[in-house]
């Protein structure tokens, strides 16, 4: 894709995340997306076959983004303990960065039909497979007691995703800054991991 298109394109995404999460995906009309793209409706379908089609490219761009920051991040450190804290502070910090986007991959992704569902399941299945390999890491190197790891990682995954999701519903908007440290000593407490290095991750 030309530089020119690859603009347009990302523009159009970016334009469909601030609509599904400002009017809901079923109210925000192709005209409207245009619109808030700076682009003529008929534009829109240059790159996409219907809404449909954009709702699945914008998660699949946007969580890919977010999986290969995982990836790099996470690749940087040497220890189980960093990488649990790593994984923490790279999601909150990237749903703040990006308040349209997590509102609109926790409250409207949840309403989609399970066509959609299935379409977008790749990058969330990376991604646990991603907690999960930390994880065995962890039980391998005994660095913490876990007798199921998929059990582990919907605890791991699930607190992060209520967090999030508490977040964007809230009429007060807060920071997520800081909250790292918190999830970090729930999961050294559900994982048993006791040593100092956790310790110092927390401080």
């Known amino acids: 894709m030309s530089r020119p298109r690859e603009e347009k394109y990302q523009a159009i995404l970016d334009a469909a995340t601030e609509a599904f999460a400002e009017y809901g995906f079923f109210n925000s009309q192709i005209s409207k ?3 808030l ?3 003529a409706d008929g534009t829109i379908y240059l790159y996409f076959k219907n809404k449909e089609d954009i709702l699945i490219s914008l998660f699949q761009e946007r969580m890919g983004q977010f999986i290969n920051e995982i990836h790099q991040e996470t690749a940087k450190c040497q220890t189980t303990q ?4 790593c994984i923490i502070r790279t999601h909150l910090r990237y749903m703040q960065e990006n308040r349209s986007l997590a509102m609109f991959t926790q409250i409207e992704l949840r309403q989609s039909n399970p066509d959609i569902r299935e379409a977008i399941s790749g990058p969330l299945r990376e991604y646990f497979h991603i907690i999960e390999q930390v994880l065995t890491e962890g039980v391998n190197q005994r660095v913490m ?3 199921d790891v998929k059990v582990g990682r919907q605890m791991f995954f699930g607190t992060l995703d209520a967090m ?3 977040w964007v519903i809230s009429k007060k908007p807060r920071s997520l800054q800081g909250m790292e440290a918190v999830v970090f000593d729930l999961m ?3 994982f048993k991991i006791q040593d100092q290095q956790a310790e110092l991750l927390i401080k």
Not at 82 to 85: A, G, H, I, P, S
């Open 37 to 39: 793209a700076g682009v």
């Open 164 to 166: 999030i999701s508490d």
């Open 82 to 85: 960093e990488r649990l804290m």
């Open 188 to 190: 050294c407490g559900a």
């Open 33 to 35: 997306i245009a619109k």
């Open 145 to 147: 007691i876990l007798s």
